[in-house]
Nanobody, 123 residues
Framework: QLRLVESGGGSVQPGGSLRLSCVAS????????IGWFRQAPGKDREGVSC????????VTAGSVKGRFTISRDNAKNTVYLRMDNLEPEDTARYYC????????????????WGQGTQVTVSP
């Protein structure tokens, strides 16, 4: 069965960088749309960036466009989220998720979720 495990979160200062990893087991990752989502306390879970199966197509939220980059390493069954120039507003728990039918990088489209990894950006 598909299982996703995130790692790479931590605490950084504004302007810093992190690379989040999402390792899939049980299936071929490239058969699924994979998205990164985040949720801050008191806020809805929101799409950050999604990569669609069997294509090079991606979507990225306007708030992080130009700073965050999603990528795949299919040989390692891993999806990454490179996060550069982090801002305090990026503080949230970040989740990766897999979809069988994703089109819009929205939470409701995604079926299997990891446990998340915390990202905290503060002085």
């Amino acid at each position: 069965q598909l299982r996703l495990v995130e790692s790479g979160g931590g605490s950084v200062q504004p302007g810093g960088s992190l690379r989040l990893s999402c390792v899939a087991s049980g299936v071929t990752l490239d058969d699924y749309d994979i998205g990164w989502f985040r949720q801050a306390p008191g806020k809805d879970r929101e799409g950050v960036s999604c990569a669609f199966s069997h294509t090079t197509s991606t979507v990225t939220a306007g708030s992080v466009k130009g700073r965050f980059t999603i990528s795949r390493d299919n040989a390692k069954n891993t999806v990454y989220l490179r996060m550069d120039n982090l801002e305090p507003e990026d503080t949230a728990r970040y989740y990766c998720a897999a979809s069988f039918r994703g089109d819009f990088c929205r939470t409701y489209e995604y079926d299997v979720w990891g446990q998340g990894t915390q990202v905290t950006v503060s002085p």
